[in-house]
């Protein structure tokens, strides 16, 4: 777990794991490595294996990476989805993902669905038909408590998901805190997965 001093304001202490989660995660060595040994571990999950229709996410930044192993994951005979942002709205949509030649670089330099194909009816992703979720974000905790980039796109969209759909976080060690702190709105993970460790969150309740 990393250590922080917690300055006495919530959003003050909110804003100074933020940042120190952010630097330990763009300081991570390994980082395709430790991803792969990351995303071995959710596809060998018994969730993943009962799951017809999974939600990945696309990695940004210093994210753990998930495209390297986004391919593979197409040929596991599963509905693999993926979210994009609709900047107008500040919300997250769905697309059912059948190849990587479908994703171009979309809103803050995340790979998202062709402009074409995103409104297609074969394309379209109801929430409510992911049977497993992967989420990312910025730092976590053991309770399954989650810090995103501030801006709530995930927290709007996992509160859509069927209750029975488990929602895995995928983190590395550095981005474990002790606790951190919640709003009523926050959605906890019932998993998160880093390179050592799989943590048993409290979900959704």
Request: charge should be neutral; proline fraction near 7%; aromatic fraction near 6%.
């Amino acid at each position: 777990m990393s250590d922080l001093a917690p300055p006495a304001d919530p959003q003050a202490r909110k804003a100074a794991i933020r940042e120190q989660a952010r630097k330990a995660r763009v300081a991570q060595k390994d980082k395709d490595a430790v991803s792969r040994q990351i995303c071995a571990a959710f596809t060998a999950l018994p969730a993943y294996r009962a799951a017809g229709t999974v939600m990945w996410y696309v990695d940004a930044g210093s994210e753990v990476r998930t495209r390297h192993t986004l391919p593979e994951a197409l040929t596991h005979g599963k509905r693999v989805v993926v979210p994009w942002c609709v900047v107008e709205t500040n919300e997250l949509e769905l697309f059912r993902l059948e190849s990587m030649d479908e994703l171009v670089e979309g809103a803050y330099k995340i790979l998202e669905p062709r402009e074409e194909l995103r409104r297609l009816p074969a394309k379209v992703v109801r929430p409510e038909e992911l049977d497993l979720v992967m989420v990312p974000g910025t730092a976590f905790d053991p309770r399954g408590g989650r810090m995103g980039q501030g801006k709530g796109y995930y927290d709007r969209l996992l509160a859509r998901a069927r209750p029975d759909a488990p929602l895995v976080a995928l983190a590395f060690d550095c981005q474990l805190f002790d606790e951190i702190p919640v709003a009523p709105h926050d959605v906890f993970m019932d998993l998160v997965l880093t390179e050592t460790q799989a943590l048993k969150g409290r979900g959704r309740g």
